[in-house]
Nanobody
Framework: QVQLVESGGGLVQAGGSLRLSCAASRSIFSLNLMGWYRQAPGKQREVVALNSNGGTTNYADSVKGRFTISSDNAKNTVYLQMNSLKPEDTAVYYC?????????WGQGTQVTVSS
């Protein structure tokens, strides 16, 4: 089992920044993949950024150059630094981990970007 707890969401003006955190209940070295997804009202959940335990990162085209995924192995925590935020980034952001071919999800954290 893997428990994931997100934090760091909130309300920010367009052009601002936020950093999301996702604390995992087990060593992130043991996880095959960690990442961030988001779901806006009326839309499907979409991938934002992925980080494999081999060090490969991938980003959605819509966030490239603005968002950065990183990790602190000592704290078993993955971060999503979000800069130059846009109103279209408004969504609930979910942390995801893959461990032994099973997906685990956090409870989600709301990010609202005002224009």
């Amino acid at each position: 089992q893997v428990q994931l707890v997100e934090s760091g969401g909130g309300l920010v003006q367009a052009g601002g920044s936020l950093r999301l955190s996702c604390a995992a209940s087990r060593s992130i070295f043991s996880l095959n993949l960690m990442g961030w997804y988001r779901q806006a009202p009326g839309k499907q959940r979409e991938v934002v950024a992925l980080n494999s335990n081999g060090g490969t990162t991938n980003y959605a085209d819509s966030v490239k150059g603005r968002f950065t995924i990183s990790s602190d192995n000592a704290k078993n925590t993955v971060y999503l630094q979000m800069n130059s935020l846009k109103p279209e980034d408004t969504a609930v952001y979910y942390c995801n981990a893959v461990w032994i071919v099973r997906d685990y999800w956090g409870q989600g954290t709301q990010v609202t970007v005002s224009s």
